[in-house]
């Protein structure tokens, strides 16, 4: 059985590891299981803890830091969630598999940075079918497809009124009336599921050891500060801050493997300056932090006529955050550069916010540039650790090809009846829950940071496995596509 515990509480022999895996994520996860199952023993890092059933994001992530923003305040997010299992024991479940167009972006896209990834979905293929089991997708490997919502009836309908194809999301979730399916007690989005009908990496035994002929440790409560190099530009060991005790604890290394997050990735090998690596591990051409990647993305909240309350637009949502979408202007000639995106159900996550209200989603990946990036600022935390910063605008491009999708989503508010359309406010340059792009992935040092297996180029015994090292951020949500592409990495592993 996998230990999971406290560094405070540990006494475990720290050599006896084959690698450490900074981050518990989905592709720290992963990643760990798939050198498990090759009989590895593996140590992962956390900073966060365990969370609770019913444990709501924001206050979860209040206790953590800030990043600082182009316009000054430390009001960035540069975590997509600290606890075991990172972001997925909140996420909406939203499991898309990306497409070809994810990863050749440079047919419609066109920046100062490399923009395709340096394999096809093909690579993708196996391991996308491996997580779609383990994780129980709806809609995939046999499972059954997950029921719309009555919103998502609504707007099926008049999606195909207007001509426009709606599809059911894929969800890892289970569909209620199956064993230890989803009983909709809240609006699933944004909190801890209590019942484990929705899949994270602990509810679908992701980080099980217990029929794995290797071994799992997870250590959370320690903050990875830096890779320690040796003479010969080998990582040697990980510097970690306990802040439970206020002491710093060396970890040896054979391997390390970052799956931080985007964000953390990029900050913990800036922080890793050497001899060696004077600018950082990985730094050589100056890429690491740049083009990084938020995703463009926005919300219409239509606001249904009195006279319609007996539609299922004035009742409380309970259940999954979103059941219908349309990907009718993923790829098409009206939107601007031709690459659109999704546009999906967003039902708010408390159940009476949702009352009279119809609520779209629509995202895609936005242009990665290398003036889009993260940096350490000279300002320093409560434990002497550099404050993040980040330098991001969105060009013309994507703020034509948003406004295409929101007027879109308009229509189909429209068209349903709303009398009032509202645009939420976006902050994308305050980070968000979708983190891609940081080390870029490539053949060339030049012109990307790690190889197409994740290793950093120049060092053998470093590698990165999330979500910062895809080119382009994708179209539609990334837990799926980190997952797989994590996986496949880590099966090339030595």
Sequence with gaps: MTDIRHIAADSCNYTNFDAVIVGSGPSGSIVARTLA?????????????????????????????????????????PWTASCVGGGMPFYNAITFRYRQADLSASQYLTTDMEIDWPITLQDLEHCYSEIEHLLEISGANGFPSYPASPRGLMLSNAMQELSIRSKSIPLAIR???????????????????????????????????????????????????????????????????????????????????????????????????SGHAPKGIGNESGLVGRGVSFKISGYSVGYMEPTDRGSGAFAPHWGPHATVYTDEFYE????????????????????????????????????????????????????????????????????????????????????????????????????????HGTMRAGCDPRTSVVDSCGRVHGFTNIHVMDGSVMNFAG????????????????????
């Design 175 to 273: 569909p209620p009336g199956t064993n230890k399916g989803c009983i909709n007690c809240s609006a699933c989005d944004e909190l801890v599921c209590p019942t484990d009908a929705r899949a994270s990496v602990l509810a679908r035994n992701i980080l099980d050891d217990s029929a794995l002929p290797g071994t799992i440790s997870v250590l959370y409560g320690c903050f990875v500060n830096r890779i320690e190099m040796r003479n010969d530009g080998q990582a040697e060991a990980l510097e970690c801050y306990v802040p439970l005790s206020s002491e710093l604890t060396r970890i040896p290394v054979e391997k390390v493997i970052v799956c931080a997050n985007a964000i953390q990735s990029a900050a913990l090998m800036l922080r890793s300056k």
């Design 332 to 435: 098409h000639n009206d939107v601007p550069c031709r690459f659109g995106g999704l546009i999906y159900e967003a039902n708010f996550p408390s159940p009476d916010k949702n009352v009279g209200v119809v609520r779209l989603h629509y995202i895609a990946g936005e242009e990665p540039w290398s003036h889009n990036r993260v940096l350490l600022d000279e300002a320093v935390d409560q434990y002497g650790i550099p404050y993040i910063r980040f330098e991001y605008r969105n060009s013309e491009n994507d703020r034509a090809r948003m406004n295409f999708l929101a007027d879109r989503a308009d229509d189909i508010l429209r068209h349903l009846g709303a009398c009032r359309i509202d645009r939420e406010p976006s902050f994308h340059g305050k980070g968000s829950s979708h983190l």
């Design 37 to 77: 199952e090759k009989g590895c023993d593996v140590a992962v890092l956390e900073y966060g803890g365990l969370v609770s059933p019913g444990a709501v994001l924001g206050p979860h992530q209040a206790a953590y830091s800030k990043a600082l923003t182009c316009n000054g305040p430390a009001d960035g997010n």
């Design 475 to 494: 179209n539609s949500n990334p837990t799926h596509t980190i997952m797989a592409n994590a996986r496949r990495m880590a099966m090339s592993l030595k």
